[in-house]
């Protein structure tokens, strides 16, 4: 056994119950439904990328805080079963973050969220937590703490150099310049992308304008989840790449979806991997991660993604042998 002497992932964010509902459909105003089933599941974007990152492997901090109510026991133990350091998760008085979630057939969902202990104005950065990001190998942000405090973690990170990743989920609002100022990559959804740039993004043409307007804005590489189309990443030199999202037979639930996939891109870009390969890393993640239900139970190993990335060379092999010209008679091999 050897010592893991890699620079550790820090993740400051939200950690949520996850109250889900089970509908064939959203309902209409005034409607009442009956729901097919329910669940309570840990998530929170903080939690779910914490945990992600911690599922494939890697040496993993969270930053965050839970309530004095029901849920903080299980959240607490349920990060800390995905390999999650929990050291740096604080209490504060009243309830833990909730999110009620409404997922229909096919696996979308509808969210809404309650802030609770994420959003607590008893929020307190401690020191053992300013030096985990000082020494962290990156950090990574989400939106659903207040954002000042993610301002904060920012600047800590970026003076001492640490990359900063903020997946840009959670609040409406624009980004705080002081904070994009100190991120050196964004990774919203197309959705969000187009909140924070007031610009459409319906096509791939759209999305990649976009994400050129957000480069342009002062950060050096925007990372869009596209769902079932793939990923696109826009850097400051103009470079443009696309990945294909790795196909799926049976979407149970994409809650959470998001999250591994931003958690597996830092994971593999922390490891060495170039862009492209992070992004092919991230998709092999995601793909698992929807084909089962609850955020973090979902969750994939390292072993389930290097198994869908084998299967994906082994496909993209087969492919190029059988579009290979077939040999003239009478040549030599």
């Keep these: 056994?050897?010592?893991?002497?890699?620079?550790?992932?820090?993740?400051?964010?939200?950690?949520?119950?996850d109250l889900i509902?089970?509908?064939?459909?959203?309902?209409?105003?005034?409607?009442?439904?009956?729901?097919?089933?329910?669940?309570?599941?840990?998530?929170?974007?903080?939690?779910?990328?914490?945990?992600?990152?911690?599922?494939?492997?890697?040496?993993?901090?969270l930053i965050g805080q839970v309530g004095t109510d029901a849920y903080a026991g299980m959240l607490r133990s349920s990060l800390s079963d995905c390999g999650v350091d929990t050291s740096l998760v604080t209490s504060a008085d009243g309830s833990s973050g909730m999110a009620l979630i409404l997922l229909q057939p096919g696996g979308e969902n509808s969210i809404i969220l309650v802030g609770g202990a994420n959003t607590s104005d008893n929020w307190k950065i401690t020191d053992e937590a300013t030096q985990a990001v000082q020494t962290a190998g990156a950090l990574l942000l989400q939106r659903e703490i207040p954002e000042v405090f993610n301002v904060i973690f920012a600047k800590i990170a970026a003076s001492a150099g640490v990359p900063v990743i903020l997946d840009a989920g959670g609040v409406t609002q624009p980004i705080q310049v002081d904070l994009l100022s100190n991120v050196s990559l964004v990774s919203p959804n197309e959705t969000e992308l187009a909140r924070l740039t007031n610009m459409p993004t319906k096509t791939m043409a759209q999305v990649q304008a976009a994400a050129e307007a957000l480069v342009h804005s002062g950060v050096n590489k925007v990372l869009v989840k596209l769902g079932s189309?793939?990923?696109?990443?826009?850097?400051?030199?103009?470079?443009?790449?696309?990945?294909?999202?790795?196909?799926?037979?049976?979407?149970?639930?994409?809650?959470?979806?998001?999250?591994?996939?931003?958690?597996?891109?830092?994971?593999?870009?922390?490891?060495?991997?170039?862009?492209?390969?992070?992004?092919?890393?991230?998709?092999?993640?995601?793909?698992?991660?929807?084909?089962?239900?609850?955020?973090?139970?979902?969750l994939p190993t390292r072993q389930e993604v290097e198994a869908v990335l084998s299967r994906q060379l082994a496909t993209a092999t087969l492919a190029a042998a059988e579009d290979a010209p077939s040999p003239r008679a009478g040549a030599f091999w």
């Design 21 to 61: 509902a089970k509908v064939a459909r959203l309902p209409a105003p005034g409607e009442t439904m009956e729901s097919q089933g329910f669940d309570v599941f840990p998530g929170g974007k903080g939690a779910n990328q914490a945990a992600a990152a911690a599922r494939l492997g890697y040496n993993t901090f």
């Design 229 to 298: 189309k793939g990923s696109m990443l826009v850097d400051i030199y103009g470079n443009v790449l696309k990945q294909k999202a790795v196909p799926v037979s049976d979407v149970v639930d994409t809650t959470g979806a998001g999250d591994c996939f931003t958690a597996a891109f830092a994971v593999a870009m922390l490891e060495g991997k170039n862009d492209a390969e992070a992004m092919s890393y991230a998709s092999a993640a995601a793909s698992v991660c929807i084909g089962r239900a609850g955020a973090l139970p979902s």
């Design 1 to 17: 056994m050897y010592a893991d002497t890699r620079k550790p992932l820090v993740v400051a964010g939200s950690i949520n119950a």
